[in-house]
C-alpha cells in the first residue's frame, strides 16, 4: 500500500483545479479514485483499466480526468472546476485484472490519501 500513496493535494478556491498522483500498477492491474468526507460514504471517483479504458462517477464527469503514463510510472487524476463540496481525503485504488466497469470503490487495495480542501 506504501506504493500507493498518493500525493498533490492542497487546498484552492473553487472553481480552481488540482493534480494528484500515485505510483501506476503493472498495464493488468485496474487503477482508480476514490474519496471520503467526513460523515460521508467513501466514493468511487474514476477508474482507469486494463485496455485503458475509462468510467466516471456522475458527480465528477467533465470536471475530472484520470490518465496514466506508463513511462513515468505514474497514475493522475485532473481535478478542474473544483466545488467546495468536492472536499475529501482522496486515495488511489487497484485491483488486478478487473472487469471494465467495475466500480473503483470495489477495488482491493488502496494507499494512504491525499487531503483536497475546496474553499467558497
Known amino acids: 500500500q506504501g506504493q500507493l500513496a498518493a500525493t498533490g493535494g492542497g487546498s484552492v478556491q473553487a472553481g480552481g483545479s488540482l493534480r494528484i498522483s500515485c505510483a501506476a500498477w503493472s498495464v493488468n492491474h485496474c487503477m482508480g479514485w476514490i474519496r471520503r468526507a467526513p460523515g460521508k460514504e467513501r466514493e468511487g471517483l474514476a477508474a482507469i483499466y486494463v485496455g485503458s479504458s475509462t468510467w466516471y462517477a456522475d458527480s465528477v464527469k467533465g470536471r475530472f480526468t484520470i490518465s496514466r503514463d506508463n513511462a513515468e510510472g505514474k497514475l493522475f487524476l485532473q481535478m478542474d472546476n473544483l466545488k467546495p463540496e468536492d472536499t475529501a481525503m482522496y486515495s488511489c485504488?487497484?485491483?488486478?485484472?478487473?472487469?471494465?466497469?467495475?466500480?473503483?470503490?470495489?477495488?482491493?487495495?488502496w494507499g494512504q490519501g491525499t487531503q483536497v480542501t475546496v474553499n467558497s
Open positions: 485504488v487497484v485491483q488486478f485484472q478487473c472487469r471494465t466497469g467495475t466500480p473503483p470503490s470495489s477495488f482491493g487495495s
